[in-house]
C-alpha cells in the first residue's frame, strides 16, 4: 500500500478537531491561528530529539512518544507554563505504519491526558527526529526566569537526581543489576519522565528563579547562577538520591549520576527563605517530593559543594551535544 504524507497526517494525527475558543485554525491550512486571553502571555519552546543523540536506536516509538513530549513540557513547567497546545514534526526514513501506528495512537492519548492539543506540525524524510514545538500560557507577570535568584535564597530540587542517568547506563549495559523490579524502576525514570508540570504552577507564586534538569544539576543550576551572577554553596548532604541508587550502586557512582548526568527533568528552584512555610504549604498540593539542597550565595564566593561541612571539588562542567 502506497499511503502519502497527507494520508499519515489524517489517518493518524488529526484527531483535534472539537472545537476550541483559543484555536481559529488548527491542522489542515498553511498555518495554525491562536488567541491568546488578554491577561495571558504565550510561552513557546522547541525540542528537537534526534536518533543516535537523544535517544537510543532500540528504542520503542511508545518510549519516544512519551520522551518527545515530556521534555518539551519540562520546559514549559521550568517557566511555570499552562500546557495548551502543540506542533509535530517527524522526520523518518521511510514509512513504516506500524510504527507510526504505535507512535501516534499513545502521542495523542498523553496530548489528551494533559488536556493539549495538536495544532499542526511537519511530516518528511530524513533520518528518524522528533520536533516539538509546545506553547503554553502564564498569567501575565507571572512567569519564572533562569535570571531572578537573590543572595539568601533557598535552592531546591523536586523529585530525586540521577535514577534516570543510571537507567541510562543499564539500556547500554554499561551496569548491571539482577532484581528486574529495581532494573524496571530506573529505566521507566529514563524512558518516561514525568514533566513538573504541576509544581511550576505551584512555583509561580513564590520562586525567584526556576530550571527544568535536563543537563545535570550542576550544569542547570549553572545557568541559573550565570544569569542571576550568583554563587551557590549545596550540601551534597541533604540530596535527594533514591534508596534504589543508594542500596545497589557505589556511591562514586550514584553522586556522579546525581550531580553531573541529565534528564532527570526534575525542577531546580530557588525561593527566598521566608518563602519556605508557604511553600511547604502550597506543595501540600503535589505529591513529588521538593528538597532544600543549598543557599544562594554573593558572585564572589563562587559554586561550591560541601558533604559534612567540607568542601568537594566539582568537576568541571559542560555537556555538548556536538562532542
Ligand atoms: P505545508 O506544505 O503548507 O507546510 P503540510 O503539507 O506540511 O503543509 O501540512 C499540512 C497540514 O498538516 C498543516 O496544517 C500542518 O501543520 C499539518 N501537519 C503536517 N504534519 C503533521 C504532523 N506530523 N502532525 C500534525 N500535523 C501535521
Ligand atoms: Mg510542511
Known sequence: MIINEFEIINNYFNHFKKKDK?????????????????????????????????????????????????????????????????????TMPYINLKW????????????YKNKMKLIGGDTTKGPLSITISAYGLIPKGKALFRNGAKVGDLIYVTGTLGNSAAGL??????????????????IKKHLRPVPRILQGKILRNIATSAIDISDGLIMDLNHILNASKCGATLNLDNFPISKKLKNNFFKKKWINWALYCGEDYELCFTIPKKQKKKLDELMKFSDVPYTHIGNITPFK???????????????????????
Open 100 to 111: 507510526i501506528k504505535y507512535f501516534s495512537k499513545n502521542f495523542i492519548k498523553l496530548i
Open 301 to 323: 564566593k563562587g559554586y561550591q559543594l560541601l558533604e559534612f561541612k567540607k568542601p568537594i571539588k566539582l568537576k568541571k562542567i559542560g555537556f555538548n551535544h556536538f562532542f
Open 169 to 186: 547506563e543499564l539500556l547500554t549495559k554499561k551496569i548491571s543489576i539482577t532484581d528486574k523490579k529495581i532494573y524496571n524502576f530506573l
Open 22 to 90: 483559543y484555536i481559529m485554525k488548527g491542522i489542515g491550512d498553511d498555518c495554525a491561528i491562536l488567541k491568546i486571553p488578554k491577561n495571558k502571555f504565550l510561552s513557546v519552546s522547541t525540542d528537537t530529539l534526534v536518533e543516535g543523540i537523544h535517544f537510543l536506536k532500540t528504542i520503542n516509538p511508545i518510549d519516544l512518544s512519551y520522551k518527545a513530549l515530556a521534555v518539551n513540557l519540562s520546559d514549559l513547567a521550568a517557566m511555570g507554563a499552562d500546557p495548551k497546545w502543540l506542533t509535530l514534526s517527524i
